[in-house]
């Protein structure tokens, strides 16, 4: 989905209102912060902010989507790509989602390989240390890698209200985690939780 052309739509369509930022944000119980993301095109509105949004903006699920108004004679045309998109992104994040696993395994494998070559194979202390430094900058750089994919493969659901959000890299490494759920604060409701990953909308 074209989230540029999206942003500009809810930012078009705001003004034409006369809301500013901060009043449509209050209308949505949500931050201005994420209003301003989403015309930035830096994001989409979560699946439960769409309708309570299209709402305000006196605009369709499917106008939204599309980042335009849809006539009615184009209406059946973008449903279905609008359709498309999302299964799209959801593959995709699949996608994503698979290679952030292969990549941190990859690279633990890599750096106990190396560890154990440089524990257990004669040769200079030159090469040894030489082995140890690039065995930590291959784990630094493969768990880096890693959360930067598994940031963009989907989403985190807030225990709290359900709340869809994809949280900033900063705030996932920050956060506590077990296998699938991180803490996170949520930006709808501000409240913080063990999060729980979500591959799909």
Request: proline share 3%; charged share 25%; glycine share 6%.
């Amino acid at each position: 989905m074209d989230t540029i052309k999206i942003g500009r739509f809810i930012a078009e369509s705001r003004k034409a209102l006369g809301f500013t930022q901060i009043q449509l944000a209050t209308e949505l119980s949500i931050s201005d912060k994420t209003v301003s993301k989403w015309e930035c095109g830096k994001g989409l509105p979560e699946v439960s902010l769409m309708l309570p949004l299209c709402e305000k903006l006196e605009v369709s699920v499917n106008d939204l989507l599309s980042g335009e108004r849809v006539t009615v004679s184009d209406y059946q045309k973008k449903a279905e790509e609008n359709m498309m998109n999302l299964m799209k992104e959801n593959e995709e994040n699949k996608k994503i989602f698979l290679v952030s696993v292969i990549c941190g395994v990859i690279t633990i494998i890599a750096v106990c390989a190396l560890i154990l070559l440089a524990s257990y194979v004669e040769m200079p202390a030159i090469a040894r240390i030489l082995i140890i430094v690039f065995a930590i900058a291959t784990a630094v750089l493969g768990i880096g890698a890693a959360i930067i994919l598994d940031v963009k493969a989907g989403y985190f659901e807030c225990p709290n209200c359900k709340e869809l959000f994809v949280p900033t890299t900063s705030e996932y490494v920050k956060g506590y985690h077990t296998l699938t759920k991180r803490k996170l604060t949520c930006p709808k409701c501000g409240k913080s939780g063990m999060c729980k990953k979500r591959i799909t909308k």
